[in-house]
């Protein structure tokens, strides 16, 4: 995959993520705000409908119910592996505001398709 974060990796990224299968019935839409990065503070959100992302996109999502907050490089460590979603919110390198329950418990087999497919 190309630069994350990058117009490339977007397009890449929705390809990829159109393919997954639901893995539940969670709805929620998580905004992310990475700062640091290469192009500097990156914000775009995902819309989770039925347990799958149905919506990818840059900018900020209109009255989000989760908005994860972290640098680059801790961003990074999730999406190429190094350590998991969970960890980076119980270590507080990421930033959880909004709904803790569905991001930490209802999302997490969402997150865990996301990432495995992203990091394939």
């Not at 209109?62 to 801790?74: A, E, M």
Request: net charge negative.
């Amino acid at each position: 995959m190309s630069t994350p974060l990058s117009d490339e990796w977007f397009s890449t990224a929705r390809s990829v993520l159109d393919g997954l299968d639901s893995v539940g019935r969670v709805e929620a839409t998580v905004q992310y705000a990475i700062a640091s990065t290469p192009e500097g503070k990156v914000t775009f959100h995902a819309v989770v409908t039925d347990g799958v992302v149905t919506a990818l996109a840059t900018g900020k999502a209109t009255d989000p119910d989760i908005v994860v907050s972290c640098n680059y490089d801790q961003f990074l460590d999730v999406l190429e592996g190094r350590k998991t979603a969970d960890v980076a919110f119980m270590d507080a390198s990421w930033k959880i505001e909004g709904d803790h329950k569905r991001w930490l418990l209802d999302l997490r087999p969402v997150r865990e398709a996301v990432l495995g497919a992203l990091q394939a």
